[in-house]
C-alpha cells in the first residue's frame, strides 16, 4: 500500500489560511459551561444496589460549550474572546481561569446573580461513560441580563474580524443578542458564524 502524496498546493493553501488565522481576531458569544470528568476503575457491583462502583482516581476540568470553541481557536493560535454567563459560585471561579488560560479575557463574562455556573460531570471507567450529571438553569434571563451582554457586544465587535454564536440552550442567546450581534457584524463587516 502507498502513502498518499500531499499536493503541494493544498499544504500551501492550508498555511495561507492557518496564518490568517493568526492574524484575526475571533469574538465568541454563547453558552459556557464547565465540563468535568472524573475518571476511575469499576472492580465491583455497589451491595446497595446493582450498580457498579467508580473508584475515583483522576479528575480533569474544562471549558464546554462556547468555551470548548474558544479552546479550539486557542489551540490554532487565534486570539479571539468569548462574552458568556457565569454563575457567582466557585464553579464560576474556575470558569473563569480555564477562560483565560485559553486566553480570553475574562472580562467580558457575565455573572448570573443566585444561578449557578452551568456544570456536566461525566464519570467514565476507561473510555465508557457510565453517567452524566449536569447541573443547570435554564430559565430566560433578566432584561438586566440582556442589556450588560448587548453592551460587551457593542464594545467588542468592532474589535473582532469574526464572529461565531455557539448556542447550546441555556439561555445566553436570546433573539435580540442573537438579532443585535448579527446587526452588528453586518455593520462592521464581520462574517458570522453559527455553532
Do not use: W
Not at 45 to 65: T, Y
Amino acid at each position: 500500500m502507498s502513502t498518499p502524496k500531499t499536493d503541494p498546493q493544498n499544504r500551501d493553501n492550508l498555511l495561507t489560511i492557518l496564518d490568517k488565522i493568526r492574524n484575526s481576531k475571533v469574538l465568541v458569544v454563547g453558552d459556557l459551561m464547565l465540563d468535568r470528568f472524573v475518571r476511575g476503575d469499576v472492580t465491583r457491583i455497589s451491595p446497595e444496589s446493582p450498580i457498579p462502583v467508580l473508584l475515583a482516581k483522576q479528575e480533569n476540568r474544562m471549558i464546554g460549550g462556547a468555551g470548548n470553541v474558544l479552546s479550539n481557536l486557542y489551540s490554532l493560535n487565534c486570539p479571539a474572546d468569548i462574552i458568556a454567563i457565569i454563575g457567582d459560585d466557585r464553579e464560576g471561579q474556575i470558569v473563569k481561569g480555564l477562560v483565560e488560560a485559553a486566553g480570553g479575557t475574562g472580562e467580558s463574562l457575565v455573572i448570573r446573580d443566585q444561578t449557578p455556573t452551568t456544570v456536566k460531570i461525566r464519570y467514565l471507567s476507561g473510555h465508557q461513560q457510565m453517567l452524566r450529571v449536569d447541573q443547570e438553569v435554564t430559565a430566560p434571563i433578566t432584561a438586566a441580563l440582556e442589556s450588560e451582554i448587548l453592551e460587551k457586544l457593542q464594545q467588542k465587535i468592532p474589535e473582532a474580524n469574526a464572529l461565531i454564536l455557539s448556542d447550546y440552550g441555556k439561555g445566553c442567546l436570546t433573539k435580540t443578542i442573537i438579532n443585535t450581534a448579527i446587526s452588528l457584524a453586518n455593520a462592521h463587516n464581520i462574517p458570522v458564524l453559527v455553532d
